[in-house]
Nanobody, 126 residues
């Protein structure tokens, strides 16, 4: 059963931009939505999260100032706009979701997120 569907990945040169999109089944669109990435041989890391009710955002230091997460609650959709891409941004990008009782979404490790997509590949060439 598909919970979250990512799209928008592709290949781009360093310095370029991409926009990823995540569309969720209604039951999987929770108040915390996050983008993870995983490069070959590395741990899966959360890079950006958004509280879908409050609109508050949270970014990993590695992407702060370059990536922007946004949501469209009417469409159960969360986007990740990625600018000034670097070779080290190359990874499989995943959308995930969970509930929180607070008004802000922490970048918790992957085991804390019960809803997942299949991922979309981003490749940045230098």
């Amino acid at each position: 059963q598909v919970q979250l569907v990512e799209s928008g990945g592709g290949s781009v040169q360093a310095g370029g931009s991409l926009r990823l999109s995540c569309t969720a089944a209604t039951y999987a669109y929770r108040n915390c939505m996050v983008w993870f990435r995983q490069a070959p041989g590395k741990e899966r890391e959360a890079v950006a999260a958004i509280h879908t009710r409050r609109g508050t955002t949270n970014y990993a230091d590695s992407v702060k100032g370059r990536f922007t997460i946004s949501r469209d609650n009417a469409q159960n959709n969360v986007d990740l706009r990625m600018n000034s891409l670097k070779a080290e941004d190359t990874a499989m990008y995943y959308c995930a979701a969970r509930d929180t009782s607070g008004g802000w979404c922490a970048l918790l490790v992957s085991g804390n997120w019960p809803y997942w997509g299949q991922g979309t590949q981003v490749t940045v060439s230098s």
